[in-house]
């Protein structure tokens, strides 16, 4: 396989994940899409290191897997947070839990 497949495949998850990012309220499918640009990182840094014969890509990726996990634990945390208090998880309403 080429190493354009990869990228393609990349650019596309990242487009999307942006995507869920910009047009979603809900936090849940925000959350989801943070995902899918994190995951298309970790296929750029693994396609460039597996054609370039170097192992620091796999090992950045492993990192970002460790960052992704912290991500979900603490915006799960958050989202639970914001349900608990306005019944709803609305992103548009998270100002509203100021003080």
Known sequence: MY??????????LFATGVYGVLARR???LVL?????????????LVAFAAFGNQPAGEVF????????AAEVGVGLAM???LYRN?????LAQIDLMRG
């Open 3 to 12: 190493l354009n497949q990869f990228l393609l495949l990349s650019a596309a």
């Open 61 to 68: 990726a492993l990192f970002v897997i460790a960052v992704a």
């Open 79 to 81: 989202v639970l947070l």
């Open 26 to 28: 809900n936090g849940v």
């Open 86 to 90: 306005r019944k709803s998880i609305d």
């Open 32 to 44: 989801m899409s943070i995902e899918l640009i994190l995951n298309a990182v970790n296929i750029n």
